[in-house]
């Protein structure tokens, strides 16, 4: 990573972030009720689980950027989303709260991104697990998050139809 994004590219990702949302409401209204906490393997979310996921990804993801575009030298800690997903009881926690964090981090995040100025793309601070990490590089893993987990929810189900 730790490359820098031309103009058009972020311009496409950012686009990409601040839709995203809509497309997991659209991916979460396709699934089953009975389908809803079915996990496809013991140790994997179930799809109720990965929009809770999301949501503490989501609050973390805020919380990093503004950190690394406001503090010298930010330290970025990386969390361990199976830990998070037990002690923060995913299984039991309310749906819908979960997809309106999503909703709300990234409608309020979208716009800040867009008035950033070209360099402040380049600051940057030190991930716990990966090292150095910029404001590009959050932009390049947060464009593909909700992506990635709307294509595990669509995966998650077609296998729920096939079990």
Request: no cysteine.
């Given at each position: 990573?730790?490359?820098?994004?031309a103009r058009e590219e972020r311009d496409r990702?950012?686009?990409q972030y601040a839709s995203a949302?809509?497309?997991l409401r659209e991916a979460l209204a396709g699934?089953?009720?009975?389908?809803?906490?079915?996990?496809p393997e013991p140790g994997e979310f179930s799809v109720h689980e990965i929009i809770c996921h999301c949501a503490d990804s989501e609050t973390n993801a805020y919380s990093r950027i503004r950190y690394l575009?406001?503090?010298?030298?930010p330290v970025i800690v990386g969390y361990d989303p199976d830990t998070w997903a037990r002690e923060f009881d995913y299984v039991g926690h309310p749906l819908d709260a979960a997809l309106v964090t999503v909703e709300a981090v990234r409608a309020n995040t979208a716009p800040v991104l867009r008035r950033l100025p070209d360099e402040a793309w380049a600051k940057e601070g030190t991930h716990t697990e990966s090292g150095r990490y910029t404001a590009a590089d959050w932009l390049r893993i947060y464009s593909d998050h909700l992506e990635e987990h709307?294509?595990?929810?669509?995966?998650?189900v077609d296998a729920w139809r096939l079990r």
């Open positions: 990573m730790n490359e820098r994004l990702r950012l686009e949302p809509g497309r699934v089953p009720s009975e389908a809803m906490k079915w996990r575009l406001t503090e010298e030298k709307i294509g595990q929810i669509k995966r998650t």
